[in-house]
């Protein structure tokens, strides 16, 4: 008893994707003619029925006979309800595999695999998000603080509301990824400072650190009006956004999620909606760079009194992100 090759299975109209398969048992069997089925069975770690059923189906029909049996597609092994969620995620939310587990998991007590929730897609006709863009040099390995405060992040970001610029300020804690939005009209000093009293109110620990680029937004009055609050001030290195890597990823996001799904016909409509998105981003959406969580459940895990590693300066601030 003898492998058969490539060439003579194809002869026999045997689909490709069986032709291993079909000279794997064949081995087995050629085992099992020395050694008997019981040994065959023992060695490969296969029922002694199976090994012989092989061989009963060799001897009537040749090759043909060690073709599986069983049916291509088979019953799925998660519920029409699960598949109906994984769609939702996919078309409607726009979430990969990771971040469409999660939410099953979380808000709908459904744990699927991602491999599983791949497929489904796949079956669904659904391609792989593939992010596309320019290719970009290697970041650094980014490192969180330990408490919340230790650095906030701040940076802007240019948008277009009825087609006029528009500028969005975005305050990003290092430690718990919590966020505090705002839109402007312009973007220079004025609003700079004026986004620095709003983020004191609205966050909701002390800021002991922030941290900027060297834009024109942030002159000299920025930086005394920072240090007269007790706040210390970094400015990045020039031609380095890589050091501000976690707001900039934010920015990505935004537009993803954001701004490339809703168009605006006036600024205080935008501004609604952009506030409306801060709330999502800290309390509804799950980052997958905090395990799981979102930011608001990482602040009060940082903030909890049982946590070892929780900051021993009380929070001063009361005020919550809208």
């Not at 296969?46 to 088979?74: E, F, I, Y």
């Not at 040099?137 to 603080?145: I, M, T, V």
């Not at 700079?192 to 834009?215: C, Y």
Request: charged share 30%; hydrophobic share 35%; with cysteine.
């Amino acid at each position: 008893m003898r492998l058969i090759t490539t060439k003579e299975l194809r002869t026999l109209s045997i689909a490709t994707r069986h032709h291993h398969l079909i000279n794997s048992r064949l081995a087995i069997l050629r085992y099992a003619d020395e050694y008997g089925f019981k040994g065959a069975a023992r060695r490969f770690g296969l029922d002694r029925k199976t090994v012989r059923t092989w061989h009963r189906r060799w001897v009537a029909s040749g090759p043909a006979g060690l073709v599986p049996r069983h049916p291509r597609t088979r019953r799925r092994r998660i519920s029409e309800e699960a598949v109906r969620l994984i769609e939702h995620a996919r078309r409607e939310l726009h979430f990969g595999a990771m971040r469409t587990r999660f939410w099953l998991d979380r808000v709908h007590h459904i744990r699927v695999a991602a491999a599983t929730i791949r497929r489904v897609c796949r079956d669904l006709g659904y391609p792989p998000i593939r992010r596309t863009g320019p290719r970009r040099p290697r970041q650094p390995l980014l490192f969180s603080k330990d408490h919340p405060g230790d650095c906030v992040q701040v940076d802007v970001k240019e948008v277009k509301v009825a087609g006029k610029k528009c500028f969005q300020y975005t305050a990003l804690d290092d430690c718990t990824r919590y966020r505090v939005l705002r839109l402007y009209p312009r973007k220079y000093h004025g609003t700079s400072l004026e986004f620095l009293a709003t983020i004191r109110q609205m966050l909701p620990f002390p800021i002991r650190k922030v941290q900027v680029d060297n834009g024109t937004e942030f002159p000299l009055a920025f930086a005394l009006a920072v240090q007269e609050a007790g706040i210390r001030l970094r400015h990045i290195k020039p031609r380095r956004p890589e050091q501000n890597g976690k707001v900039e990823r934010s920015h990505r996001i935004d537009e993803e999620e954001f701004w490339s799904r809703a168009t605006f016909d006036e600024f205080t409509s935008a501004t609604q909606a952009l506030r409306a998105w801060e709330h999502q981003y800290n309390h509804d959406r799950f980052s997958m760079a905090l395990q799981g969580l979102t930011p608001a459940e990482k602040l009060a895990t940082c903030l909890s009194p049982l946590n070892p590693s929780s900051p021993p300066t009380p929070c001063t601030h009361t005020g919550a992100a809208a």
